[in-house]
């Protein structure tokens, strides 16, 4: 039983070893659509979208033609602007991110140059700064609030894309939803990150 057990093993071993692909390389760049969320998010008036930045690099491994792996680090804006009585303001809270995704790569007829794939996975970030800027009446001021920010926050990740084989390079578009799973607040709020993210990706 234990010999049968250890060809069986072997023989497993072997195949998802023929069957995987060289690790891929890539960059992505985009734009995060990002607001808060939680129970004392509506306590900040006027809140809503915060257009911001996202950029980073990615490896892509298959263990075998169906089923990969997808490390990235990202640089990723996040926060929330609005308006309240007359007055603008712009919470920014930005974060390296490092996304660790297993991908599931949606089978095509056989020759087409077209990729799709789905893909979910823990999401964690770091945060680098945080701020709240804020103008009217012709005047403007910049609060920092890293100190009252937490400096990690645990995301899940989820998305799809679809790539274009053009020669030896992929071109395409990622689309994903990354939700905040705690509060980013250290005096004890309830306020939570949450980002749509659109990035264009190359990889090789």
């Known amino acids: ?32 659509f990002a607001d808060f969320h939680g129970s004392d998010a509506s306590s900040i008036d006027g809140h809503g979208t915060r257009t911001g930045l996202v950029v980073g690099a990615y490896m892509t491994y298959d263990f075998i033609p169906l089923i990969g792996i997808q490390p ?24 390296i991110e490092v ?21 979910a996975g ?20 910049t609060t920092d609030e890293s100190n009252n920010t937490k400096g990690f926050d645990f995301n899940l990740a989820f998305g799809g894309g679809v790539g274009f084989g053009i020669g030896p390079a992929t071109l395409g578009l990622d689309l994903r939803y990354s939700l905040g799973t705690g509060t980013i607040d250290k005096t004890g709020g309830d306020i939570k990150n949450g980002v749509f993210a ?5 990889g090789f």
Do not use: R, W
């Open 99 to 119: 996304p660790v995704l297993l991908k599931l790569n949606i089978p095509m007829a056989p020759g087409t140059p077209v990729k799709v794939n789905v893909y």
């Open 1 to 32: 039983m234990k010999k049968s057990l250890l060809l069986a093993a072997t023989v497993c071993c072997f195949t998802i070893a023929a069957n995987a692909q060289l690790p891929h390389f890539g960059g992505k760049i985009g734009l995060n």
């Open 198 to 202: 659109l990035m264009a990706t190359v």
């Open 72 to 95: 990235e680090v990202l640089y990723s804006m996040k926060g929330t602007s609005g308006s309240t009585q007359g007055v603008d303001y712009t919470f920014s809270a930005n974060y």
């Open 122 to 141: 823990p999401d964690f970030a770091f945060n680098v700064a945080s701020s709240v800027e804020a103008s009217g009446n012709g005047q403007s001021q």
